[in-house]
């Protein structure tokens, strides 16, 4: 599997996504071509130059179907589809050539665990009778008590207290409850119905056919549920819900969700070059690799730098981990400090390590000072870290600036579900998709010429890729440096640790003497011997400084 040193067209390397980097974009607040507030794909269009700028391997697209966005568009009403708010077909057709034309292949995201309310098929099943074909699409169960008046489990939802909703809340009336591990206004599929799997393939093969290069899928872990009865309730058996260790959880991750992977896998590779997938599981490490299994969807996300405090031991041992765990199916690793699901990672390591960080946002970040200059100068330094590891790496946009997460979106502007109906519990993730600032002399930054969709603070303009197009120092045009430098370095997907005698400072090289040194805490730390290729930050007599990477050739 990996790289054999042969020359190979780039579009025909069937191994390109090994060590991809990846630039995830979330539409609707990426670029507006129509003053409507709303990102769209005719704005994605009009920024190929910078995205080529980037020296990115692919973009990751986050839902951009038909959808009332109640989860920012994992709601989704119609699969095969853009929705009109951010385009047409025919824009996305203009966009996959005008991508591929620049060099840069496509992900787009696949929402198999759940769909919108207001999907035909579930609007279907809200008006028809109990075990009729149209309720059977989704999981629709009776009640308990006497008259069916409580939910059939206590099994909870990522997005509200119970997983079960009653159908009466969308209009049906037969006393029924349906499942949905998220919000109530995604239900979730019934994976046991065999024109469940028959459709996504169908999904699938329709992006696929269009020219897409890979899928992320959603959810991953979810799908299949164990739905047998007497129901196995949450309250005796907490751990295993979602996360078991033996593939027979009641909500996720179970062993038969393999049986769908494989059958998309088949799909997969009819195609040449193959097309590739990510699984997006939030499971147990040793159940990673059945995910990325070449058998079935060949990578699976490993979100532990994002969680991770921004220290040498910690760093050190998770590369380790990811990389034995990768090494069992013969899958590469994927590296990510951010999504459109986490808090910022400059702001994140802006931080004291002792600040809650939840309880900091529910504050609109007032609770604790933030140091937005360490923060964004540490996630620069993790940043080159990450990208000098063998594997793929995932970005999300607006981490190419530097930026920091939003704290104070006033209540009555926040979108997110998992503030709204979660109790208010924690203030959600809006704060990371906040529109990028483009232009900071123009009017909303230059994202759209009419109000964006979630308000964008007054020091973004500080971080507006004007501001920094061209100028050696920025978060920008260290990125774009380090993007092409790892371009030109990118070898076989292997790794040697360096004694540093220092605490503090991490060492390791690549087979072809690409060395990367970063500096957590420590005093200014003697580069050894070496071209330097470039740093995190300005380097003087040749001495690393705290939160600094440095990639040096020896
Ligand atoms: C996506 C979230 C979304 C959830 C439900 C996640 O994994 O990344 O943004 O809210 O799935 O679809």
């Not at 507006?32 to 391997?57: C, E, F, H, V, W």
């Not at 149209?134 to 008590?145: A, H």
């Not at 509200?160 to 499942?179: D, R, Y």
């Not at 730390?525 to 690393?544: C, F, H, K, N, V």
């Amino acid at each position: 599997m990996q790289s054999t040193g042969q020359p190979v067209s780039r579009y025909q390397d069937k191994n390109w996504w090994r060590q991809a980097v990846v630039y995830q974009i979330y539409p609707r607040s990426f670029v507006d071509s129509n003053a409507d507030g709303i990102g769209d794909l005719k704005g994605i269009t009009s920024r190929i130059d910078y995205l080529k700028s980037l020296n990115i391997d692919a973009v990751w697209l986050s839902p951009f179907y038909p959808s009332p966005l109640v989860d920012g568009g994992y709601d989704v009403s119609d699969y095969r589809d853009v929705d009109p708010k951010l385009g047409t077909l025919a824009d996305f057709d203009e966009m996959l050539a005008a991508l591929h034309k620049a060099g840069i292949r496509i992900f787009v995201d696949i929402v198999p665990n759940h769909c919108s309310y207001l999907h035909q098929w579930f609007q279907d099943a809200i008006t028809s009778l109990p075990n009729s074909l149209e309720r059977n699409r989704f999981i629709f169960r009776n009640g308990r008590g006497e008259n069916g008046e409580l939910p059939p489990t206590d099994w909870v939802s990522h997005f509200a207290p119970s997983a079960w909703t009653h159908e009466s809340t969308f209009g049906g009336k037969h006393n029924q409850w349906f499942l949905h591990y998220f919000a109530p206004e995604q239900p979730d599929w019934n994976w046991d119905n065999p024109e469940i799997e028959e459709d996504f393939l169908k999904t699938l093969k329709f992006w696929a056919d269009r020219g897409v290069d890979g899928f992320r899928i959603d959810v991953a872990h979810g799908l299949k549920k164990d739905l047998s009865e007497p129901f196995r309730m949450r309250n005796t058996l907490e751990h295993e819900v979602d996360r078991p260790a033996d593939g027979n959880g009641i909500l996720a991750d179970r062993n038969e969700v393999f049986d769908v992977y494989r059958k998309w896998r088949k799909l997969f590779n009819q195609y040449d070059p193959p097309k590739v997938a990510v699984a997006e599981a939030n499971v147990l490490p040793e159940r990673v690799p059945l995910y990325a299994s070449e058998e079935t969807l060949g990578q699976c996300f490993d979100f532990r730098f994002i969680f991770i405090p921004f220290t040498a031991r910690s760093y050190k041992e998770s590369v380790a981990e990811a990389i034995e765990l990768a090494k069992v199916n013969g899958s590469s690793c994927t590296w990510c400090l951010s999504n459109h699901d986490q808090i910022r990672h400059a702001t994140k390591l802006g931080l004291d390590k002792s600040v809650d960080r939840k309880l900091w946002m529910l504050s609109d970040g007032t609770s604790a000072p933030l140091d937005k200059e360490s923060g964004t100068r540490r996630a620069l330094a993790a940043t080159l870290f990450i990208l000098a590891l063998p594997g793929s790496t995932y970005l999300y946009q607006g981490e190419e600036l530097g930026l920091h997460e939003v704290t104070d979106i006033p209540e009555s502007m926040i979108q997110d579900p998992q503030y709204l109906k979660n109790l208010k519990v924690d203030k959600g993730r809006d704060g990371s998709r906040v529109p990028l600032p483009w232009n900071a002399q123009a009017d909303y930054f230059g994202f759209s010429t009419g109000a964006s969709h979630l308000p964008q603070p007054a020091w973004f303009k500080d971080y507006a890729v004007n501001v920094q197009s061209g100028k050696a120092e920025s978060a920008l045009s260290t990125y774009q440096r380090a993007l092409q430098k790892r371009k030109e370095l990118i070898c076989e997907e292997l790794i040697t640790w360096h004694e540093t005698g220092n605490a503090e400072v991490l060492h390791f090289s690549r087979p072809n003497g690409w060395n990367c040194l970063i500096n957590f805490e420590g005093s200014d730390y003697l580069i050894p011997q070496g071209e330097i290729l470039l740093s995190s930050a300005p380097i003087t007599d040749g001495r690393l400084p705290a939160g600094t990477t440095v990639w040096i050739k020896r």
